[in-house]
């Protein structure tokens, strides 16, 4: 079993910045993908960025150049740095990780930006 804690979601005016970060804990597994995926109100949860196993990313065309998805395996965390937010990047951001034959999300964490 995985377990997945998110934080730094909060409130930003237009054009600043925000850290997220989810940590995964438990034991026996092994990790292969990690990322995350936003969920405006209305709207279906959307890929935002993924953080491969083999190193590689992978973004929304909208948040390319702006956002910057990473992970450190020694911790088993995966962050997202937001630069340039825009009130369109208000949502619901949740965290995914994907182990062997599983894949878990975080509980999500809000993100609002002011115009």
């Known amino acids: 079993q995985v377990q997945l804690v998110e934080s730094g979601g909060g409130l930003v005016q237009a054009g600043g910045s925000l850290r997220l970060s989810c940590a995964a804990s438990g034991s026996g597994f092994s990790i292969l993908d990690m990322g995350w995926y936003r969920q405006a109100p209305g709207k279906q949860r959307e890929l935002v960025a993924i953080a491969a196993f083999g190193g590689s990313t992978n973004y929304a065309d909208s948040v390319k150049g702006r956002f910057a998805v990473s992970r450190d395996n020694a911790k088993n965390t995966v962050y997202l740095d937001m630069n340039k937010l825009k009130p369109e990047d208000t949502a619901v951001y949740y965290c995914?990780?994907?182990?062997?034959?599983?894949?878990?999300w975080g509980q999500g964490t809000q993100v609002t930006v002011s115009s």
């Open positions: 995914n990780v994907q182990i062997p034959f599983r894949s878990y």
